[in-house]
């Protein structure tokens, strides 16, 4: 009997000493504003004690003292973990996670996960084509596409390029893909009833595209019918966003000069040429020489090459 009852002293006795030996950190959470943070999650490092924080940012959590960190959770802000040491009041700041949903891909009708389509799509973020010295965007994603293919037809300014992603399907007509733009069809001036070029992509600024999606497969044909039958690109482009506001400033130039052309005389070369012709020839009048005279008009004045008998 003494036996038992020394065993369970000896019991009592540690669970009042390890309960003696707890101690309450109390604190506040704030962001890197100062504003409190409620929900926070405050738990301790072997995760058998927490609590979370009130709407005042406030918490109270009691720990053995062999707890010597605390975890510091929130969905929209970074995990922090803090060093207890001897002090009993924490103030914590939490920092603002850089969330990133999952990727996803545009479908015509809306967004899908990545991971659940299955049909067949490649995205370009759209600063891959931004500051680049292109006329339009699709020009840009040449070679950043698999099986897509741009080539430029001529060299005439604002010409539309020739853009395939399922090759030639057909003779006369066009295999440019549909174009649309935040879920809106654009005309693409591949067709034009005139010769003069236009590319109406061309008005699309690529800094202003958030990301470049393109339909390869007849996933695209099943949304749009008979439009997607060359494929479809979907330009999703930026919107506003929460904070302080930016200006961007950008600009480019460039600049073309003609090669090959022959040199020619001028006015006084030519003249020259001709009186130099003129008086090698003996059958010709020696007493004609050719000399310029300036001609006026409601433009520019010009010089015309003038014979005229010597003396």
Known sequence: MRKLIFILSAVLFTVLSAAGQNRTISGKVTDEK????????????DGKHGTSTGKDG??????????????????????????????STMNIVMRAKDTK????????????????????????????????????FDQA??????????????????????????GVSSIS????????????????????STNAAGNALASINPNDIETIDVAKDAAATAIYGSRAANGV?????????????????????????????PEVLNAQQYTDYKNMAA??????????R????????????RWKTHRYPLG
């Open 233 to 261: 690109v979907y330009i999703t482009t930026k919107k506003g966003k929460q904070g302080k506001a930016r200006i961007n400033y950008n600009v480019s130039f460039g600049f073309t000069s003609a090669y090959g052309i």
């Open 290 to 301: 050719f000399g310029l005279y300036q001609v006026h008009n409601d433009q520019w004045p």
């Open 173 to 192: 007509l066009s295999s440019y893909p549909l174009v649309v733009v935040d879920g809106v069809p654009t005309p693409t001036g591949d067709f034009s």
């Open 58 to 87: 406030t918490f109270s959590i009691s720990v053995p003292a062999t707890v010597k960190t605390l975890v510091f959770t929130s969905v929209a802000h970074e995990t922090q973990t803090k060093a207890i040491g001897a002090q």
């Open 101 to 136: 949903l999952e990727e996803v891909v545009v479908v015509g009708y809306g967004t899908q996960r990545k991971k659940d389509f299955t049909g067949s799509v490649a995205t370009v973020k759209g600063s891959a084509v931004a500051d680049k010295p292109v006329q339009s």
């Open 279 to 288: 008086t090698n020839n003996q059958n010709l009048n020696t007493t004609l």
């Open 34 to 45: 100062g504003t409190p943070v409620d929900g926070v999650s405050v738990a301790s490092s």
């Open 141 to 166: 994603l040449a070679g950043r596409v698999t099986g897509v293919q741009i080539t430029i037809p001529n060299g005439v300014l604002n010409t539309p390029p020739v853009f395939r992603i399922r």
